[in-house]
Protein backbone atom coordinates (compact mmCIF):
# COMPACT_ATOMS: atom_id res chain seq x y z
CA UNK A 1 0.00 0.00 0.00
CA UNK A 2 1.45 3.55 -0.87
CA UNK A 3 2.06 5.63 1.31
CA UNK A 4 -0.08 9.16 1.15
CA UNK A 5 2.16 12.12 1.09
CA UNK A 6 0.09 15.72 2.21
CA UNK A 7 1.58 18.47 -0.20
CA UNK A 8 2.22 21.66 1.20
CA UNK A 9 5.15 24.10 0.18
CA UNK A 10 7.68 24.37 2.36
CA UNK A 11 8.02 27.84 1.73
CA UNK A 12 4.53 30.00 1.20
CA UNK A 13 3.00 26.83 2.88
CA UNK A 14 0.27 27.28 0.22
CA UNK A 15 -1.46 23.85 0.57
CA UNK A 16 -3.75 23.68 -2.38
CA UNK A 17 -2.07 25.43 -5.88
CA UNK A 18 0.67 23.26 -7.43
CA UNK A 19 1.64 21.83 -10.57
CA UNK A 20 3.41 18.84 -10.83
CA UNK A 21 6.92 19.48 -11.75
CA UNK A 22 8.41 16.03 -13.19
CA UNK A 23 10.28 12.80 -10.53
CA UNK A 24 13.59 13.04 -8.82
CA UNK A 25 16.40 10.96 -9.66
CA UNK A 26 15.29 8.63 -7.20
CA UNK A 27 11.24 8.52 -8.88
CA UNK A 28 9.71 10.70 -6.21
CA UNK A 29 7.19 13.18 -7.17
CA UNK A 30 8.56 16.81 -7.32
CA UNK A 31 6.00 19.63 -7.19
CA UNK A 32 6.11 23.44 -8.28
CA UNK A 33 4.16 25.93 -6.18
CA UNK A 34 1.73 28.04 -8.47
CA UNK A 35 1.99 30.69 -5.32
CA UNK A 36 6.07 31.62 -5.19
CA UNK A 37 7.47 29.27 -7.94
CA UNK A 38 9.07 26.85 -5.39
CA UNK A 39 10.02 23.55 -6.51
CA UNK A 40 10.30 20.78 -3.98
CA UNK A 41 9.49 16.89 -3.19
CA UNK A 42 6.69 16.44 -0.35
CA UNK A 43 8.54 12.66 0.29
CA UNK A 44 11.41 14.21 1.69
CA UNK A 45 10.09 17.04 3.83
CA UNK A 46 7.56 14.68 5.25
CA UNK A 47 10.25 11.94 6.01
CA UNK A 48 12.14 14.86 7.95
CA UNK A 49 8.91 15.51 9.95
CA UNK A 50 8.58 11.75 11.09
CA UNK A 51 12.35 11.87 11.95
CA UNK A 52 12.69 15.44 14.39
CA UNK A 53 10.89 13.23 17.26
CA UNK A 54 14.06 11.13 17.29
CA UNK A 55 16.02 13.97 17.62
CA UNK A 56 18.06 13.68 21.25
CA UNK A 57 19.27 17.35 21.92
CA UNK A 58 20.41 15.94 25.72
CA UNK A 59 22.91 13.71 24.54
CA UNK A 60 26.24 13.79 26.37
CA UNK A 61 27.95 14.03 23.03
CA UNK A 62 27.94 16.48 19.97
CA UNK A 63 30.33 16.68 17.26
CA UNK A 64 31.02 19.92 14.87
CA UNK A 65 32.40 19.35 11.68
CA UNK A 66 32.81 21.70 8.74
CA UNK A 67 33.58 21.54 5.03
CA UNK A 68 33.61 23.72 2.00
CA UNK A 69 31.37 23.41 -0.54
CA UNK A 70 31.17 26.33 -3.79
CA UNK A 71 28.33 28.12 -4.47
CA UNK A 72 28.02 29.49 -8.13
CA UNK A 73 31.66 29.61 -8.10
CA UNK A 74 32.10 31.17 -4.50
CA UNK A 75 33.76 29.79 -1.21
CA UNK A 76 31.60 28.98 1.49
CA UNK A 77 31.82 26.87 4.76
CA UNK A 78 29.27 24.61 6.17
CA UNK A 79 29.19 23.65 9.47
CA UNK A 80 27.43 20.44 10.88
CA UNK A 81 26.78 19.49 14.50
CA UNK A 82 26.06 15.95 14.41
CA UNK A 83 25.05 13.70 17.93
CA UNK A 84 27.85 11.07 18.06
CA UNK A 85 25.48 8.63 19.31
CA UNK A 86 22.63 8.65 16.80
CA UNK A 87 25.24 10.33 14.10
CA UNK A 88 21.71 12.35 13.51
CA UNK A 89 22.66 16.43 12.25
CA UNK A 90 21.40 18.64 14.63
CA UNK A 91 21.74 21.48 13.00
CA UNK A 92 23.76 23.33 10.25
CA UNK A 93 25.04 26.74 9.54
CA UNK A 94 26.23 28.24 6.21
CA UNK A 95 28.70 30.61 5.74
CA UNK A 96 31.59 32.70 3.28
CA UNK A 97 33.80 33.10 6.36
CA UNK A 98 35.63 30.11 8.60
CA UNK A 99 35.99 31.47 11.66
CA UNK A 100 35.54 30.46 15.42
CA UNK A 101 32.64 33.16 15.10
CA UNK A 102 30.34 31.04 12.46
CA UNK A 103 30.70 27.75 14.79
CA UNK A 104 29.60 29.65 18.28
CA UNK A 105 26.87 31.00 16.26
CA UNK A 106 25.83 27.81 14.90
CA UNK A 107 25.74 26.07 18.31
CA UNK A 108 24.21 28.86 20.16
CA UNK A 109 21.56 28.70 17.40
CA UNK A 110 21.08 24.84 18.18
CA UNK A 111 21.16 25.18 21.48
CA UNK A 112 18.32 27.45 21.51
CA UNK A 113 16.14 25.31 19.12
CA UNK A 114 16.99 22.56 22.03
CA UNK A 115 15.81 24.66 24.58
CA UNK A 116 12.59 25.19 22.47
CA UNK A 117 11.96 21.76 21.74
CA UNK A 118 12.14 20.46 25.66
ZN1 LIG B 1 4.93 28.30 -2.29
Known amino acids: MQKIVSVKCPKCNNKDSFYRYGKDRDGYQKYLCRKCNHQFAPFFNNLSLELIP ?65
Not at 66 to 80: A, D, L, N, P, R
Not at 82 to 102: A, C, K, M, W
Open 54 to 118: MLDFNSDEWHADETVVKISGQKYYIWFIIDSETRFVLGFHLSPYRNSEQVLLCLTLLKILAMLML
